[in-house]
């Protein structure tokens, strides 16, 4: 009995509930809104850019592998052909000492013999002086020599310098002949010794010479240009660039072709106020970008070594809906990260664009038309350019 009592209370419970819930889900499903929130440009900028990463990784280190493969590789021959050379080295050494402990007893005897001819000539000499003195005197002696007399001669002796004897010394080492030993061929020109433990890795090889692509690294980038009037200078500066060229730095002149944007509302000097009338003196709402289109440069200095280049470049520049010829002076190296680093300046004239900008407390404050549009650019190859 009892247990079919709570069975009944338990069933009854049961129901309630799931009547409850359902009385709740009519009464609250008008006021629940499901979002699916998409992802935002700039986590898929970031999740693209680390992926590009790790691709770069990936290929550098593929490269890493097979880099030192090939110069361990290159480790082995070396020691082996040093081993060689010193094989060869150590037989010469131990032949020309063979011959020289051969020559050695002919040189002491020829040391003896030297020091026997130094005394015969001393006593040569002594006979001579001898002889000399007996001449000078005018009397006829007797000498002797060896215990034998020796009758000189009554017509007198012309008194002549005595003849200079050289005196010997230590000969030294005497000069053997040997034949000659052959060596292994040398190369004509010894090739660039290069270290085992260097590597050249994709990321870090920079190509200055042939035609490459350039993709602008907008993050890292700025445009903008410096203004004067009445009141004070200013400058407006935007960090929004994109853009993209092609161009053989070692031979610029032969073409400089490409592009480079910046978003008009994305100039800022600073003062909330003055970049809203800028924006609106720019014609923003219907141009809203400003962008320069590259056509050709004139180079006036290249170093290949220091990979430099310099020179003037030429293009069209569309502002505000008008379009004009517009050439800027440029500079461009490579920086640590081996990343093209572009620098440059132009005079640009407000007028030519209808860029007009009213002078404010009854003319007290005006802005002068002629700027300095200025551009700090990096950029880097595209993988795989310049080969």
């Known amino acids: 009995m009892t247990n079919k009592t709570f069975q009944v209370l338990g069933s009854l419970a049961l129901g309630a509930w799931t009547i409850t819930g359902a009385i709740f889900w009519m009464e609250t499903k008008d006021h629940i809104t499901l979002t699916v929130q998409e992802t935002s440009e700039s986590t898929s900028d970031e999740a693209a850019l680390l992926a590009e990463r790790m691709n770069l990784i990936s290929t550098d280190m593929d490269a890493l592998a097979k880099a030192l493969e090939n110069n361990l590789t290159l480790v082995a021959t070396a020691i082996a052909e040093e081993g060689d050379a010193r094989a060869v080295r150590s037989a010469v050494i131990e032949e020309r000492l063979g011959r020289l402990e051969q020559a050695l007893p002919h040189a002491l005897r020829a040391r003896e013999a030297a020091g026997a001819l ?14 000399l003195r007996a001449a000078e005197s005018g009397a006829p002696k007797v000498q002797e020599v060896h215990g034998q007399p020796v009758e000189p001669k009554l017509e007198r002796l012309e008194r002549t310098e005595t003849p200079s004897v050289p005196e010997f010394s230590d000969p030294g080492p005497v000069a053997v002949e040997q034949p000659a030993l052959e060596l292994p061929p040398q190369p004509a020109s010894a090739p660039a010794k290069r270290s085992f433990l260097s590597f050249n890795l994709p990321s870090r090889d920079f190509n200055f010479v042939g035609l490459q692509s350039f993709e602008i690294l907008g993050e890292l980038s700025r445009v903008g240009f410096d203004a004067k009037s009445t009141l004070h200078d200013f400058t407006g500066v935007s960090n929004r660039v994109t853009g993209h060229f092609n161009v053989d730095l070692a031979h610029p002149n032969e073409g400089l072709v490409g592009q480079v944007s910046i978003q008009s509302k994305s100039l800022a000097t600073g003062l909330q106020g003055r970049d809203e009338a ?16 590259l056509e050709g440069f004139e180079s006036s200095a290249i170093d290949l070594e220091a990979k430099t280049l310099e020179g003037t470049a030429r293009g069209q520049m569309s502002i505000n809906g008008v379009t004009k010829p517009f050439t800027m002076t440029l500079r461009a190296h490579v920086d640590e990260s081996r990343r093209l680093v572009i620098e440059g300046e132009g005079p640009l004239s407000r007028a030519d664009y209808n860029v007009h900008i009213p002078d404010k407390a009854l003319g007290a404050i005006s802005t002068e038309d002629e700027v300095r549009l200025w551009i700090h650019l990096r950029s880097r190859a595209k993988a795989g350019e310049g080969q």
Do not use: F, K, R
């Open 278 to 293: 800028m924006w609106e003196h720019l014609g923003e709402q219907d141009h809203p970008a400003i962008q320069y289109t």
């Open 118 to 131: 130094d005394s015969a000539l001393t006593q040569v000499q002594a006979l001579n002086s001898a002889l």
